[in-house]
T-cell receptor, first 112, second 116 residues
Framework: KQEVTQIPAALSVPEGENLVLNCSFT??????LQWFRQDPGKGLTSLLL?????REQTSGRLNASLDKSSGRSTLYIAASQPGDSATYLC???????????FGRGTSLIVHP | EAGVAQSPRYKIIEKRQSVAFWCNPI?????LYWYQQILGQGPKLLIQ????????DSQLPKDRFSAERLKGVDSTLKIQPAKLEDSAVYLC??????????????FGPGTRLTVT
């Protein structure tokens, strides 16, 4: 059974810092890994999807990497802004039904 | 492209009452998912549909939860009777096809249910 762990659970940083969120998974036979953002009381917004054959994806100030062999992914946020404050969730699709398994998320606060 | 629509956005009910949630996926998406997200946790899959058939409902509490997708488009999730522990956000998601790589999911805004 796939298990997904996100570290840290919470993070508070001053504006402008570069930061890294971590996601680890137990079964390396994955189809994809997706990073989501969730604002309080809202649904999930997809940020980046890394296919199994890829090593990284970039979108603006976000860069996500994938290392299947070690069961890890990182989400790098450059020059953080207060608007980046949200919960970031990692989801790994694996198994015969391709259903994603989610981590508990990292709650990020970027203060001015 | 319109996103996944859900209603209502918020619902407050008393325990033992019934409640229903509605989801309209992105047009053309064959796969539809219902998730339950309890505060402080990641979403947990309740049921997955492929068109109007159930693919996986292994984590759906079938004694009180039911879901249907009769015409392979819209879906409803029902809870009857509700318990206090059902308080959560119910998320609907869709994808093009569960066997269409890379299986990217798109989520709706969710319905926040409070059971008192």
């Amino acid at each position: 059974k796939q298990e997904v762990t996100q570290i840290p659970a919470a993070l508070s940083v001053p504006e402008g810092e570069n930061l890294v969120l971590n996601c680890s998974f137990t079964d390396s036979a994955i189809y994809n890994l997706q990073w989501f953002r969730q604002d309080p009381g809202k649904g999930l917004t997809s940020l980046l999807l890394i296919q199994s054959s890829q090593r990284e994806q970039t979108s603006g100030r976000l860069n996500a990497s994938l290392d299947k062999s070690s069961g890890r992914s990182t989400l790098y946020i450059a020059a953080s802004q207060p608007g980046d404050s949200a919960t970031y969730l990692c989801a790994v699709a694996s198994g015969g039904s391709y259903i994603p398994t989610f981590g508990r998320g990292t709650s990020l606060i970027v203060h001015p | 492209e319109a996103g996944v629509a859900q209603s209502p956005r918020y619902k407050i009910i008393e325990k033992r009452q019934s409640v229903a949630f509605w989801c309209n996926p992105i047009s053309g998406h064959a796969t539809l998912y219902w998730y339950q997200q309890i505060l402080g946790q990641g979403p947990k899959l309740l049921i997955q549909f492929q068109n109007n058939g159930v693919v996986d409902d292994s984590q759906l509490p079938k004694d009180r939860f039911s879901a249907e997708r009769l015409k392979g488009v819209d879906s409803t999730l029902k809870i009857q009777p509700a318990k206090l522990e059902d308080s959560a956000v119910y998320l609907c998601a869709s994808s093009l096809d569960r066997q269409a790589y890379p299986y990217e999911q798109y989520f709706g805004p969710g319905t926040r249910l409070t059971v008192t």
